[in-house]
């Protein structure tokens, strides 16, 4: 029997039925060991040591795995085909090394590019070693972000109170987004003006024309900047004769895309399908682990994190056959197209994205799919067809007209494009970042020199130059692989961070910085300016691709690195809190305190008139206070506008006909449908929480309503019929079926997820079991009876696993596990502790007893607490406060201690 260990139990349940019944397959549920989220993790003083840890959830998984490899004659790893399911593959084997579960068995690893039975069956025959470049890459990538989330982190919680961790990544990223926020903020609008005529031909044919020249001089699109200039050329153009001076008609040829890579699927599902890259990786992996058609679990595109774009040659023949039967041999090429990667690392540069089986066209499959996963296999199918049809052929159309007023000679210019043969386009065309047109896609009537024209209206325009617009999600991921930084694997994970630190928020699609993350960039960039810079970022990643290549040693990369770093850490230990304040109140000035209408300092008080404004930093994060302050204690956010953002009325709700109004409350901001004098007695008004990550000021009437509809019904459950509600809680969005509660992942929308995804995370919720947090209690794992307490159970706790039966608890020493403990030695443990007084079952019963005896006997009688603490004398009041103080400020210490701990538990997750 041979033993295949894949990532995802949907996975190993195909690649089993494809391998049969000498194979066992099983998952390692993704990874299975990790940096403990504590100081000493990675040691730079030792080599860089790096100390990993079973995550809990995994050691059943990897316990299972040793228990099969037992009886298995080979161990084959197949987890994904990149750096991650590379390094997965080697935490599972050094996982069995450690538990001396290997012997003599042979350890292969295959990878495969689709979940198909020709794909595994190919792989199976191509085993492999472990990459131990990939695997150093790993490691140097979770290296570098675990020394800068460490490291890092505290000094911002130290300089920055209330500011969040910083990542090696995701700060560069934040510093995209709020470099752009400055930008807008600091653009200055520039009028200038556009005369456009329309014009016929003899024929009564009309078209457009601009005013592109005047008296020999060129006029650009910036050119005419008052009204007055565009007046004269009014007047000139007015009094004019046309006619033709010439016709320049080119032949272009416009060329397919590429197939699909991770960066632009995600790119372009933003645009055309409005996902979030989070939501689209997770869609397509579902599709890639497979769907069922006709009874048999399908992979229906390639893996989903790639940036190659060639696909394979069996696939391109497909390809050619679809076209022809779908659009005609017309729209086959002569000869096939290849593409060439532009990955820097030819060891990651896998196949593009594309469908397994490209006859498996999208209306035959959407029957078998949720709605997310139709459009996007659909998109990835026609852009893989399009990737390898006939190019379109155009015909770019200039007419340059001539204008006589008088001693005057104007200029006008029309362009126009005609597709001759549509080509790809017949089936595809790539969507935009924004909403402009293409000025040469309209088409121009035919047209000869000399030929006279007459002038039919005349637009004169006014416009304002305006600031680049903010990024997109598509349109920073697109950023991001142009400047070299992250990976495919991590433009998803980099934005979805950036949210929920709220450091960013999405606004009718766009991203726009907050004021916390602005902050933490004003920071980074005055005192680790280096380790911001986009280059610097750039730089890394191609050095953890060298390290791939093995071109380099991975720890004298990190040596590199941490010897400068180190060093700028050092360097700002000093400073104090108000230094770093000072600094960042002159950065962040203009956003701070923008210009006032009146002209006055921007900075003066508005409260007492007499103090300065300036950053503050609170518990809670950075503010704006009076320099006053005790006597004055005015306060506000950075942002000056942001306490204007409630209490404001929306608009009228039409089926009720009562206002609706953003209002401030004790624990924020709500929205409001009507008023208390609307209701019956005893009533209250309808009200809906505003979503975490939106701001009050971006809510609008439209949305205001849907937040107030909620929770609404999805729909029936297909197995019970009871209906499935969505909603939003305390917690955030959610799903409910009956008792089951599952929070929407990053990607849903509360407002319009479907049924099948609705019962997909109910089913998923179903399958964890229930809570096992602050509302839930764990179970644990029963290992039997106990002569005299009952049950005996296995539990993790805070502080490690113990054994519990009766309400006696006992800790497992550290030379036994949860899964190795026997009944008997829970049993030797519990009475050990039980003999120590341990236990919550044997106290309470004892005090009791001793109370009722004491009044029995007649030597005292109960006293209530306040009688008692009344008759004390104060000598002996005084003596329990000196005994207890220790007591109360080694508490105190704990307490303090815990947020600490709980961010640096922070940090180290989110790197």
Same mark, same amino acid.
């Given at each position: 029997?041979?033993?295949?260990?894949?990532?995802?139990?949907?996975?190993?349940?195909?690649?089993?039925?494809?391998?049969?019944?000498?194979?066992? +397959?099983?998952?390692? !549920?993704?990874?299975?060991?990790?940096?403990?989220?504590?100081?000493?993790?990675?040691?730079?003083?030792?080599?860089?040591?790096?100390?990993?840890?079973?995550?809990?959830?995994?050691?059943?998984?990897?316990?299972?795995?040793?228990?099969?490899?037992?009886?298995?004659?080979?161990?084959?790893?197949?987890?994904?085909?990149?750096?991650?399911?590379e390094a997965i593959s080697w935490h599972v084997l050094e996982v069995m090394k450690q538990k001396r579960a290997l012997k003599d068995q042979q350890v292969e690893r295959v990878v495969f590019n689709a979940i198909t039975k020709q794909s595994v069956t190919d792989a199976m025959k191509h085993p492999r070693q472990i990459d131990g470049a990939l695997v150093d890459a790993y490691m140097a990538r979770r290296a570098l972000d675990y020394l800068v989330g460490f490291t890092l982190s505290p000094v911002l919680w130290r300089k920055l109170p209330g500011a969040r961790s910083a990542g090696r990544v995701?700060?560069?990223? /934040?510093?995209?987004?709020?470099?752009?926020?400055?930008?807008?903020?600091?653009?200055?609008p520039r009028e200038y003006w556009s005369l456009i005529a329309t014009m016929a031909t003899p024929r009564g044919e009309t078209f457009e024309a601009r005013l592109v020249g005047a008296d020999g001089k060129k006029i650009q699109r910036l050119d005419i900047g008052t009204g007055a200039e565009a007046e004269d050329f009014k007047k000139a153009i007015e009094a004019a004769n046309f006619r033709v001076a010439t016709v320049e008609a080119k032949p272009a040829r416009r060329n397919p895309y590429a197939p699909f890579t991770t960066s632009t699927l995600q790119q372009e599902a933003s645009r055309k399908?409005?996902?979030?890259?989070?939501?689209?990786?997770?869609?397509?992996?579902?599709?890639?682990?497979? +769907?069922?058609?006709?009874?048999?679990?399908?992979?229906?595109?390639?893996?989903?994190?790639?940036?190659?774009?060639?696909?394979?040659?069996?696939?391109?023949?497909?390809?050619?056959?679809?076209?022809?039967?779908? !659009?005609?041999?017309?729209?086959?090429?002569?000869?096939?197209?290849?593409?060439?990667?532009?990955?820097?690392?030819?060891?990651?540069?896998?196949?593009?994205?594309?469908?397994?089986?490209?006859?498996?066209?999208?209306?035959?499959?959407?029957?078998?799919?949720?709605?997310?996963?139709?459009?996007?296999?659909?998109?990835?199918?026609?852009?893989?067809?399009?990737?390898?049809?006939?190019?379109?052929?155009?015909?770019?159309?200039?007419?340059?007209?001539?204008?006589?007023?008088?001693?005057?000679?104007?200029?006008?210019?029309?362009?126009?494009?005609?597709?001759?043969?549509?080509?790809?386009?017949?089936?595809?065309?790539?969507?935009?970042?924004?909403?402009?047109?293409?000025?040469?896609?309209?088409?121009?009537?035919?047209?000869?020199?000399?030929?006279?024209?007459?002038?039919?209206?005349?637009?004169?325009?006014?416009?304002?130059?305006?600031?680049?617009?903010?990024?997109?999600?598509?349109?920073?991921?697109?950023?991001?692989?142009? /400047?070299?930084?992250?990976?495919?694997?991590?433009?998803?994970?980099?934005?979805?961070?950036?949210?929920?630190?709220?450091?960013?928020?999405?606004?009718?699609?766009?991203?726009?910085?907050?004021?916390?993350?602005?902050?933490?960039?004003?920071?980074?960039?005055?005192?680790?300016?280096?380790?911001?810079?986009?280059?610097?970022?750039?730089?890394?990643?191609?050095?953890?691709?060298?390290?791939?290549?093995?071109?380099?040693?991975?720890?004298?990369?990190?040596?590199? !690195?941490?010897?400068?770093?180190?060093?700028?850490?050092?360097?700002?230990?000093?400073?104090?809190?108000?230094?770093?304040?000072?600094?960042?109140?002159?950065?962040?000035?203009?956003?701070?305190?923008?210009?006032?209408?009146?002209?006055?300092?921007?900075?003066?008080?508005?409260?007492?008139?007499?103090?300065?404004?300036?950053?503050?930093?609170?518990?809670?994060?950075?503010?704006?206070?009076?320099?006053?302050?005790?006597?004055?204690?005015?306060?506000?956010?950075?942002?000056?506008?942001?306490?204007?953002?409630?209490?404001?009325?929306?608009?009228?709700?039409?089926?009720?006909?009562?206002?609706?109004?953003?209002?401030?409350?004790?624990?924020?901001?709500?929205?409001?449908?009507?008023?208390?004098?609307?209701?019956?007695?005893?009533?209250?008004?309808?009200?809906?929480?505003?979503?975490?990550?939106?701001?009050?000021?971006?809510?609008?009437?439209?949305?205001?309503?849907?937040?107030?509809?909620?929770?609404?019904? +999805?729909?029936?459950?297909?197995?019970?019929?009871?209906p499935i509600k969505a909603g939003i809680g305390r917690f955030g969005p959610y799903v409910q079926h009956e008792k089951t509660y599952a929070s929407l992942e990053a990607g849903d929308d509360v407002h319009t997820i479907g049924l099948n995804r609705a019962v997909t995370l109910i089913a998923e919720k179903v399958a964890k079991g229930p809570s096992k947090g602050r509302f839930g209690s764990d179970p644990g794992k029963a290992l039997g009876d106990h002569p005299s307490l009952g049950a005996v159970a296995v539990k993790k706790g805070r502080y490690g696993a113990y054994v519990t039966a009766g309400?006696?608890?006992?800790?497992?020493?550290?030379?036994?596990?949860?899964?190795?403990?026997?009944?008997?030695?829970?049993?030797?443990?519990?009475?050990?502790?039980?003999?120590?007084?341990?236990?919550?079952?044997?106290?309470?019963?004892?005090?009791?007893?001793?109370?009722?005896?004491?009044?029995?006997?007649?030597?005292?009688?109960?006293?209530?607490?306040?009688?008692?603490?009344?008759?004390?004398?104060?000598?002996?009041?005084?003596?329990?406060?000196?005994?207890?103080?220790?007591?109360?400020?080694?508490?105190?210490?704990?307490?303090?201690?815990?947020?600490?701990?709980?961010?640096?538990?922070?940090?180290?997750?989110?790197?």
């Open positions: 029997m041979n033993l295949v260990i894949v990532e995802s139990p949907a996975k190993a349940k195909t690649i089993n039925k494809y391998l049969g019944s000498s194979y066992e +397959v099983l998952a390692s !549920f993704g990874h299975v060991r990790d940096l403990p989220a504590k100081n000493g993790s990675v040691d730079p003083d030792a080599d860089f040591q790096m100390i990993w840890e079973v995550d809990p959830k995994a050691a059943s998984r990897l316990n299972d795995i040793a228990k099969a490899l037992k009886g298995a004659d080979k161990l084959i790893l197949a987890t994904d085909p990149d750096r991650e399911g995701q700060s560069v990223a /934040l510093r995209l987004v709020c470099d752009r926020e400055t930008e807008i903020e600091k653009f200055v399908l409005g996902f979030a890259p989070a939501h689209t990786m997770r869609v397509a992996q579902r599709l890639y682990e497979g +769907v069922d058609i006709g009874g048999e679990t399908v992979g229906l595109i390639t893996y989903m994190r790639t940036d190659g774009v060639q696909i394979d040659s069996s696939a391109i023949t497909q390809a050619r056959k679809v076209i022809a039967e779908d !659009f005609g041999n017309a729209y086959v090429p002569d000869a096939p197209r290849q593409y060439t990667a532009k990955a820097k690392n030819a060891q990651e540069a896998h196949e593009a994205i594309r469908p397994t089986d490209l006859s498996r066209r999208p209306s035959d499959v959407s029957r078998n799919l949720d709605s997310d996963q139709a459009r996007l296999y659909e998109l990835i199918w026609i852009r893989t067809v399009a990737s390898q049809m006939e190019s379109a052929e155009l015909e770019r159309t200039t007419v340059d007209i001539e204008a006589k007023a008088g001693s005057r000679v104007l200029e006008l210019r029309a362009t126009g494009q005609v597709v001759k043969f549509d080509g790809f386009l017949a089936a595809y065309q790539e969507g935009r970042d924004d909403d402009s047109e293409d000025e040469d896609s309209r088409r121009l009537p035919a047209m000869s020199e000399n030929e006279a024209l007459k002038r039919e209206a005349l637009a004169v325009t006014q416009h304002f130059t305006e600031p680049p617009p903010r990024f997109s999600e598509a349109s920073l991921v697109k950023r991001m692989e142009e /400047l070299g930084i992250g990976r495919p694997s991590t433009y998803a994970s980099i934005l979805q961070v950036l949210k929920d630190r709220g450091y960013v928020r999405l606004e009718k699609k766009r991203l726009h910085g907050e004021d916390k993350g602005r902050v933490v960039v004003a920071f980074l960039e005055s005192f680790f300016t280096r380790y911001v810079e986009y280059d610097f970022t750039a730089g890394l990643e191609e050095d953890l691709d060298r390290i791939s290549n093995n071109e380099v040693s991975w720890k004298q990369v990190l040596s590199d !690195f941490w010897r400068d770093f180190i060093g700028a850490v050092d360097e700002i230990k000093d400073l104090r809190v108000a230094q770093v304040l000072d600094v960042l109140d002159e950065m962040l000035g203009p956003h701070i305190y923008p210009a006032r209408e009146d002209g006055g300092d921007p900075r003066q008080c508005p409260s007492c008139g007499t103090g300065k404004l300036n950053l503050k930093a609170g518990k809670f994060g950075a503010f704006v206070g009076c320099s006053n302050y005790p006597e004055c204690r005015y306060t506000r956010p950075l942002a000056s506008d942001s306490a204007g953002d409630a209490d404001r009325v929306l608009g009228t709700d039409p089926d009720s006909g009562l206002e609706v109004a953003v209002k401030s409350g004790r624990f924020g901001p709500y929205i409001q449908l009507g008023e208390a004098k609307d209701y019956a007695e005893g009533e209250k008004p309808k009200r809906a929480g505003i979503p975490k990550g939106t701001s009050p000021s971006d809510v609008d009437l439209e949305m205001a309503l849907k937040l107030l509809a909620l929770p609404r019904e +999805v729909g029936k459950h297909p197995e019970t019929g009871q309400g006696v608890n006992a800790t497992i020493p550290n030379d036994k596990t949860e899964d190795t403990i026997t009944l008997p030695e829970a049993i030797a443990l519990l009475d050990e502790r039980a003999a120590k007084g341990g236990g919550k079952a044997k106290k309470a019963p004892a005090k009791k007893a001793a109370a009722k005896k004491a009044s029995a006997d007649g030597e005292a009688k109960p006293v209530k607490k306040a009688a008692a603490k009344k008759a004390k004398p104060k000598a002996e009041g005084a003596a329990a406060s000196k005994a207890r103080a220790p007591v109360a400020a080694k508490t105190a210490a704990k307490k303090a201690a815990k947020p600490k701990d709980a961010a640096k538990s922070s940090a180290a997750k989110n790197g």
